[in-house]
């Protein structure tokens, strides 16, 4: 039986009906079209569904809809405002951080929520903070970088 | 992957949690974080009828310092304990286990009473809470009972807890006087690793910081369950705390721990480190009790 629920996804508000089954990466991206949100394991390994959810960065494989009820999301569409991208997007692109672009909505969002709490962390700081986010491209470097570079 | 299907609940109070739990019996599983849960759920190692979350139980959440003890609620979350003040500064080596579990990502959702309740012999949370003597607060429709920690876990996966009984609040004596403890583990990467060996250490002084009063020490992932040395422990008391001794304490431990050969490590290399860990975590312990007065 699906279940009425209301969230704020990216400061709009939706409501949706959801099978309880439904993890909210499914949700974002089948139900809401939001496929920036990148879907890889769906075991909580890799890091490619992260979003913030209440300002917290979390596997959103590992999240049913249901639970997302009430609560506030941000994925990688909501990062770029009229003003143009977002500082750590930008730097992404810059610092050739992006190859096949598969890790990096994960990334940039791990970044956020570090950015958020901390916003000159050191490099130690950066690499526990991007520690669950897997990148088979760019060997990390050029993440950590551009994180850097966005923090300056 | 597709999780099977459910029936979802979403109680607000222990209370409502418990009688569910009670209504369904065996056929409901209480979900918290979910990163054990639906994990298996996904893999089909575990299809409950019925799920009871319990993710909007403000009580579940609560932290309260008071009498001498901590009082930690089961849904409250890993990154919450890791990045918590309280904890660093009274029980630290829970803090230590809490930043070594999973990832940024995991440690959001996960919460310590998952940590606890899925009895996991790796588990990064288990060992600190032995070494401190926690209690667990178990709730049911019945009523509730207190459980030392040291008497919950039963095998993997397996805990003294009843199929209608919740793990509501986990409560931590905070030691006083020239008390200190360490947490350490060691597994393949730093993040989102199964551990190989992980130990805690606790020491007290006597009221001269000199020679050791109590002693304890916890050893994860080289048994079905996460066990206490009494070897390592009997070793300590009474002794004055020097290398050598924590040298004599940490071969000691490696003799009360049955590990397992896999592809994590054999079962001499996880011994081996055993006493390694337990060496380090003593002398952390050692460190931070002589920093109290």
Same mark, same amino acid.
């Given at each position: 039986? $699906?279940?009425?629920?209301?969230?704020?996804?990216?400061?709009?508000?939706?409501?949706?009906?959801?099978?309880?089954?439904?993890?909210?990466?499914?949700?974002?991206? !089948?139900?809401?079209?939001?496929?920036?949100?990148?879907?890889?394991?769906?075991?909580?390994?890799?890091?490619?569904?992260?979003?913030?959810?209440?300002?917290?960065?979390?596997?959103?494989?590992?999240?049913?809809?249901?639970?997302?009820?009430?609560?506030?999301?941000?994925?990688?569409?909501?990062?770029?405002?009229? @003003?143009?991208?977002?500082?750590?997007?930008?730097?992404?692109?810059?610092?050739?951080? =992006?190859?096949?672009?598969?890790? +990096?909505?994960?990334?940039?969002?791990?970044?956020?929520?570090?950015?958020? @709490?901390?916003?000159?962390?050191?490099?130690?700081?950066?690499?526990?903070?991007?520690?669950?986010?897997?990148?088979?491209?760019?060997?990390?470097?050029?993440?950590?970088?551009?994180?850097?570079?966005?923090?300056? | 992957?597709?999780?099977?299907?459910?029936? !979802?609940?979403?109680?607000?109070?222990?209370?409502?949690?418990?009688?569910?739990? &009670?209504?369904?019996?065996?056929?409901?599983?209480?979900?918290?974080?979910?990163?054990?849960? /639906?994990? #298996?759920? $996904?893999?089909?190692?575990?299809?409950?009828?019925?799920?009871?979350?319990?993710?909007?139980?403000?009580? /579940?959440?609560?932290?309260?310092?008071?009498?001498?003890?901590?009082?930690?609620?089961?849904?409250?979350?890993?990154?919450?304990?890791?990045?918590?003040?309280?904890?660093?500064?009274?029980?630290?080596?829970?803090?230590?286990?809490?930043?070594? /579990?999973?990832?940024?990502? =995991?440690? #959001?959702?996960?919460?310590?009473?998952?940590?606890?309740?899925?009895?996991?012999?790796?588990?990064?949370?288990?060992?600190?809470?032995? *070494? !401190?003597?926690? &209690?667990?607060?178990?709730?049911?429709?019945?009523?509730?009972?207190?459980?030392?920690? #040291?008497?919950?876990? $039963?095998?993997?996966?397996?805990?003294?807890?009843?199929?209608?009984?919740?793990?509501? &609040?986990?409560?931590?004596?905070?030691?006083?006087?020239?008390?200190?403890?360490?947490?350490?583990?060691?597994?393949?990467?730093?993040?989102?690793?199964?551990? =190989?060996? #992980?130990?805690? +250490?606790?020491?007290?002084?006597?009221?001269?910081?000199?020679?050791?009063?109590?002693?304890?020490?916890?050893?994860? +992932?080289?048994?079905?369950?996460?066990?206490?040395?009494?070897?390592?422990?009997?070793?300590?008391?009474?002794?004055?705390?020097?290398?050598?001794?924590?040298?004599?304490?940490?071969?000691?431990?490696?003799?009360?721990?049955?590990? =397992?050969?896999?592809?994590?490590?054999? &079962?001499? !290399?996880?011994?081996?480190?055993?006493? *390694?860990?337990?060496?380090?975590?003593?002398?952390?312990?050692?460190?931070?009790?002589?920093?109290?007065?």
């Amino acid at each position: 039986m $699906k279940q009425l629920i209301r969230l704020t996804v990216n400061e709009r508000e939706y409501e949706v009906a959801v099978e309880a089954n439904t993890t909210l990466v499914d949700l974002l991206r !089948y139900q809401l079209g939001l496929t920036g949100t990148k879907k890889g394991c769906d075991l909580g390994d890799c890091g490619a569904c992260t979003v913030l959810m209440d300002g917290k960065a979390v596997n959103s494989c590992l999240v049913l809809a249901v639970q997302a009820g009430g609560r506030t999301v941000q994925t990688i569409e909501g990062l770029e405002t009229a @003003g143009g991208l977002h500082p750590l997007q930008q730097a992404f692109i810059e610092k050739g951080a =992006i190859q096949c672009g598969f890790c +990096s909505s994960g990334m940039i969002l791990s970044a956020k929520e570090l950015l958020d @709490g901390t916003p000159h962390p050191d490099e130690p700081e950066i690499r526990r903070a991007i520690s669950g986010n897997l990148c088979r491209c760019t060997g990390y470097q050029k993440i950590i970088e551009a994180i850097k570079e966005a923090a300056r | 992957m597709i999780l099977p299907k459910f029936e !979802y609940h979403e109680p607000t109070s222990i209370g409502e949690a418990c009688d569910l739990l &009670a209504h369904h019996g065996g056929k409901a599983r209480p979900l918290a974080g979910g990163t054990d849960l /639906l994990v #298996n759920m $996904k893999k089909k190692a575990l299809c409950p009828e019925r799920l009871i979350s319990l993710g909007r139980i403000p009580e /579940l959440a609560q932290v309260e310092r008071s009498n001498g003890t901590l009082r930690i609620g089961a849904g409250v979350t890993v990154s919450a304990i890791a990045s918590s003040a309280t904890v660093a500064r009274s029980v630290s080596a829970l803090g230590q286990g809490a930043r070594a /579990l999973g990832t940024p990502l =995991i440690r #959001n959702l996960a919460t310590i009473g998952g940590n606890i309740g899925s009895a996991r012999p790796a588990a990064d949370l288990p060992p600190a809470l032995l *070494v !401190y003597e926690a &209690a667990l607060v178990l709730r049911s429709a019945a009523g509730e009972r207190r459980l030392a920690i #040291n008497e919950f876990f $039963k095998g993997p996966g397996l805990t003294a807890a009843r199929e209608d009984e919740l793990i509501a &609040a986990i409560v931590i004596p905070v030691p006083s006087g020239y008390a200190g403890a360490g947490y350490l583990n060691l597994g393949v990467r730093k993040a989102q690793d199964c551990n =190989i060996v #992980n130990v805690a +250490s606790f020491l007290e002084l006597d009221e001269r910081a000199e020679s050791i009063r109590a002693a304890r020490v916890a050893l994860g +992932s080289v048994g079905p369950t996460p066990l206490r040395s009494p070897s390592a422990e009997k070793t300590l008391v009474g002794q004055k705390p020097t290398e050598a001794l924590f040298e004599q304490a940490a071969d000691a431990a490696t003799r009360d721990c049955t590990p =397992i050969l896999d592809f994590r490590g054999s &079962a001499q !290399y996880r011994r081996d480190m055993v006493g *390694v860990l337990t060496r380090r975590t003593l002398a952390m312990a050692l460190t931070e009790a002589r920093s109290r007065n």
